[in-house]
């Protein structure tokens, strides 16, 4: 699951602009911008920060959840694929077959090591 939040359109009226929104927050003016580009996840720091600047909003009405799209960490390898480039000439038997083929059950030992 992905936080979101929902503070860029509860902005309206309370703040002028980004600027300000970071002084209430206590963070950075770029931090702001990235999360609110997608550039950026949101932390701690930025959830304290909102709570900060809209006191009157409950947590919920601040962020929300979505879910994760899958990706190349999430889902790595087929097993039985053959892995490209540097991958594929480490011959390490716990990890490859004698045929060089990814071993199946190391799919999700290693996933969260595929970037």
């Known amino acids: 699951m992905i936080i ?19 002084q209430a927050m ?16 949101i932390n701690q720091k930025f959830i304290i920060g909102a709570i ?13 959840f979505v879910p994760q799209a899958p990706t190349a960490a999430t889902t790595p390898f087929s097993p039985g694929q053959r892995l490209p480039g540097k991958l594929a000439s480490i011959h ?7 045929n060089g083929r990814f071993r199946p059950e190391m799919s999700r030992v290693l996933a969260p090591f595929w970037v």
């Open 4 to 22: 979101k939040t929902r503070i860029f359109e509860l902005i309206d009226g309370k703040y002028e602009n980004l600027s300000e929104l970071a």
């Open 26 to 41: 206590g963070i950075s003016v770029s931090q702001i911008y990235r999360v609110k580009e997608g550039k950026r996840s």
């Open 52 to 64: 900060k600047a809209f006191p009157q909003y409950k947590l919920d009405d601040l962020f929300y």
């Open 92 to 98: 390490n038997p716990w990890i490859f077959e004698e």
